[in-house]
């Protein structure tokens, strides 16, 4: 074939190969990262890249299956429209439409984004099982999904914020996420369990830690305490009286019956008056009462309150704050027994009466 023939034929197709070529090479040279929505061609950095990338927090969460502290971490109470992405990959999770306040200081929602946008595995490292929830493709730890949540779902996504970035909704289409802007534009908010029932703005707490006249006194005066009720839990009798348990044959401890308002006081605040009310290095005994039902523990009503009883009373051992191990136990809750009447508001009753109870620094 002649070179002029060839000329002819190659001349009008080399915009359209040219075109081609430029694809390619944009495909080919374009990685998955936060910022961008290539997703599909995401590889997983090596742990020694996801350290240089991430805060150490951040690593521990994702990588660790670590927990951040409740109340003290960038979106729990965060109340901007918008996404909430993989710290990793970037993946889109969860959206601002379905986040509600559930009380336990972490951002939690009722479903993820999308069905498929985070796996599920039980998780038995601690004394029960719980299921814990990573995202999809980095396969990042998240956090916990527990069935405490509200309509419509029932389910509380219990995610650490260390694993999430969020994109506000105004920023969601230059970073290329503008395909989920009508579930979060037209969407209505997930209504708090706080909104959707007053009754679910109660929770309730049980101490023990001596004898429960003093502690029930300081309790009761705390802002956010609706009501308290001393009574008997932890023993192996049902209905105990205190003939029984004052001789420490039923196993019961002396305990208080906290209702309180999570909008106002949290759990983990009620742990701070707790630990500052007693001595917890003491197991049976406090100021001039020794026994069994003096102990000092913890009776929990949910898997959260387990979870940040332990945390605490953890720091407040590395800590050394108290020159001795903290032997509080930290138990579930089963039956409480309300206690007699005239032991019900017993330092309103009769005002100077016993107690060792006080609040330490």
């Known amino acids: ?22 694809v390619s090479l944009l495909t080919i040279s374009t990685p998955a990262t936060s910022e961008n929505m290539s997703t599909k061609e995401f590889v997983k950095p090596t742990a020694e890249e996801l350290k240089s990338k991430l805060t150490p927090l951040q690593f521990d969460v994702t990588q660790k299956e670590g927990t951040e502290r409740a109340f003290n971490n960038e979106y729990w109470d965060e109340k901007h429209p918008g996404l909430y992405v ?161 001789t420490g044959i039923s196993g019961h401890a002396e305990a208080v019956r906290v209702s309180f308002d999570p909008n106002v006081i949290s759990y983990h605040k009620l742990l701070e ?20 039902q003096y102990r000092s523990a913890i009776f929990y009503t949910n898997e959260a309150q387990q979870l940040e009883a332990e945390r605490y009373k953890e720091q407040l051992d590395v800590s050394g704050k108290w020159g001795k191990p903290v032997v509080t136990e930290i138990v579930p809750a089963k039956g409480f027994y309300p206690a007699e009447d005239y032991h019900q508001d017993y330092l309103q009753k009769h005002p100077g009466g016993y107690t060792c109870h006080y609040l330490r620094d």
């Open 1 to 22: 074939m002649k070179k002029s023939s060839l000329t002819k034929i190659l001349l009008p197709t080399l915009p359209l190969l040219l075109l081609i070529l430029l």
């Open 86 to 246: 993989d710290i990793v990959s970037g993946e889109p999770l969860f959206s601002s439409s379905d986040k509600f306040d559930s009380g336990t200081g972490w951002p939690s929602f009722t479903k993820p984004i999308a069905e498929n946008s985070v796996t599920s595995k039980t998780d038995r490292r601690l004394f029960f099982s719980r299921t814990e929830v990573r995202s999809k493709l980095a396969d990042s730890h998240l956090g916990h999904v527990f069935d405490d949540g509200p309509a419509p779902t029932g389910k509380r996504y219990c995610i650490n914020s260390a694993a999430l970035r969020f994109v506000p909704l105004e920023k969601m289409k230059e970073e290329g996420y503008e395909e989920y802007l009508p579930a979060i534009q037209n969407e209505q908010p997930t209504k708090t369990s706080h909104e959707q029932s007053n009754a679910l703005a109660t929770e309730e707490a049980i101490f023990a830690g001596g004898c429960f006249w003093g502690m029930e006194e300081i309790l009761r005066n705390i802002p956010g305490v609706k009501n308290t009720e001393v009574g008997y839990t932890g023993g192996s009798s049902n209905a105990p009286t205190y003939t029984e348990v004052k």
């Open 273 to 292: 008056y707790f630990f500052r009310m007693h001595d917890p290095t003491t197991a049976n005994r406090q100021g001039n009462d020794d026994g069994t």
